[in-house]
């Protein structure tokens, strides 16, 4: 098994930057994908972003540009920089790990983006 635990979210202002992280414990050397999450009020979950097997990452069309995404194996982190925020970045962000395709999930931070 595999457990995340997502932190960094809180209220910004349009324009403004924050960072993500998910800690991953557990079973992490069994972990074949991994991925942010969000869902806004009265939405569907949708993809954020996503590592690639090449070790790259690839976005949403709705945040290329201004999300990037990055990992620090020694402390089994990965990172979600979030910059230029606009109003419907506003959600619950989610990490998500795939191992032998059992979907595992963290608690959710909570990001809003108001003046």
């Known amino acids: 098994q595999v457990q995340l635990v997502e932190s960094g979210g809180g209220l910004v202002q349009p324009g403004g930057s924050l960072r993500l992280s998910c800690a991953a414990s557990g079973s992490i050397f069994s972990i074949n994908a991994m991925g942010w999450f969000r869902q806004a009020p009265g939405k569907q979950r949708e993809l954020v972003a996503t590592f690639t097997s090449g070790g790259g990452a690839n976005f949403a069309d709705s945040v290329k540009g201004r999300f990037t995404m990055s990992r620090d194996n020694s402390k089994n982190t990965v990172y979600l920089q979030i910059n230029n925020m606009k109003p419907e970045d506003t959600a619950v962000y989610y990490c998500?790990?795939?191992?032998?395709?059992?979907?595992?999930w963290g608690q959710g931070t909570q990001v809003t983006v108001s003046s």
């Open positions: 998500n790990a795939i191992v032998s395709r059992i979907n595992y």
